[in-house]
């Protein structure tokens, strides 16, 4: 067993919460958490690429002639490091597990483009997806996920309650990537808001989920149980590679 990466901005929150998440799901190889800065292992031998949330994506990434949103706060060093591990980590076919602003970066990544803020684009109060904290999390809307996606089995339901804690979301989808959950009840002209990815290739480990599941596996309503599977499909994943 080889270790699972992590990238982050902030490595005690990400061991709190993230690395508490992946232990609660069986993982009990080891963990590398990779911060700007940190010299860039290879990733050879490594297990699964856990992408985290944290700051805003730079525009320049998916179309450079997008001016920067005034709600935006950038992250450009994590920019920097994330999205060529997210794409080396697709090409080599390791497990990849995004949580908010990591299910942006691994569609950035792989060629698609995001709703900068989410109020200004659909007309929504920004409260909706902007509830709780990781140490008080808050359910705060529905999901619908798609029957037949891997997501569906995973967490097996197709109806989710989750937290919420972003502004951005995915709007074109990248190749390799297709819509599998979505916010019923927030839409602007292009549809309903992206809430998860996953891969086309059936087989292929690649699921971006835009709430924080870290923050619920300690639940016992039907939601912690939901993201506790999660972490126990990407660790089983990377477990047996």
Known sequence: ????????????????????????????????????GDPVPSLVGCSGLLLLGGADIHPRHWDPQEPIHPTVELDEGRDALELPLAREAWERGIPILGICRGVQLLNVALGGSLHQDIPSCFGVDPCLHQRGTPDHPELAHAVA???????????????????????????????????????????????????????????????????????????SSEAGRAALRLFRSFVERAATG
């Not at 992206?194 to 086309?200: G, M």
């Open 1 to 36: 067993m080889s270790s699972i990466l992590l990238t982050c901005r902030n490595k005690e929150s990400a061991h709190k919460h993230y690395v508490a998440a992946l232990r609660a799901g069986g993982w009990t190889g080891s963990v590398e958490l990779l911060a700007p």
């Open 145 to 219: 996920v798609e029957p037949d996606s891997a997501l569906a089995g995973l967490v097996g339901c197709t109806h989710l309650e989750v937290n919420s804690r972003h502004h951005q979301a995915v709007r074109r989808i990248a190749p390799g990537l297709k819509a599998v959950a979505w916010h019923p009840d927030t839409h602007d002209g292009e549809g309903p808001l992206v809430e998860a990815v996953e891969a086309v290739e059936a087989g292929r480990f690649a699921i971006g989920v835009q709430w924080h599941p870290e923050n619920l596996v300690g639940l």
